[in-house]
């Protein structure tokens, strides 16, 4: 099944967004390659903000390489999905995504709802920059709910 937005989800689907501790997200590099990497990530409003925070990374900041390519081509997609080895819970989420990139400032909201999921977060915020992630196209299916799609 599909929507467009994230209050279109089913319960299940909404549940299985808040629950998750981390999702993926996919974009594209400089070469149209596609890359994926683990996120984390919060709901804020009508979209999900990730945030590059201060783990060790190769670059930091704008020059960090999702920022980069985000800004170049600002199309993504962010997968949340539970694998069982009981298959019938198998289940996920995609979520096609305008993408964004915003500096920390003004965003307190953000970086409170941040915090709220993440307690690394709490003694250590995220330096930035921020990425929004605005829903445009919703999937979702559920081994358990045959009518998912």
Partial sequence: ????????????ASELVEAARVAHLGLLDPDGRPRVMPVTFARVGASLW??????????????VARVRWLRASPHAALTIDRYDDDWSR???????????????????EVLDAL?????AYRSEPPPGPLIELRPRRILFWSASISSSG
């Fill in 1 to 12: 099944m599909a929507v467009g937005t994230l209050k279109e989800l089913p319960p299940w």
């Fill in 50 to 63: 990730s945030a590059i925070d201060s783990k060790p990374k190769r670059a930091h900041g704008e020059d």
């Fill in 90 to 108: 198998l289940a996920w989420v995609q979520i096609a995504c305008a993408a964004a990139v915003a500096p920390v400032e003004g965003h307190g």
């Fill in 115 to 119: 915090a709220a999921r993440y307690a």
